[in-house]
């Protein structure tokens, strides 16, 4: 497959296709080792968190409230916490 330019005769760089992104090559295969040594982190790994801030759990809730916060949009996971918050911070 012929390489296509990644910019347009005016210079501009162009929108790339899945075909662009299939001639791409790994970081580790381009980059020199020294940079990929100092890299944060590598490829699909999570950054190091200081402490853990949430804690995965399964919780079952009645259909109103999770209708209710589910009719909020998007973020009302984060909503329903903050609500809790505000409960536990009453109830002490």
Known sequence: MKKKSLSTKNGQVRSLT???ARLFKPAGQVLPKELL???PRKPGQR???KEPRKEAVTVRYSREVLSYFRATGRGW???MDQALKEWVAGNK
């Open 18 to 20: 899945r075909e662009d």
């Open 37 to 39: 040594t100092v890299l």
């Open 47 to 49: 950054g190091p968190q």
């Open 77 to 79: 996971q984060s909503r």
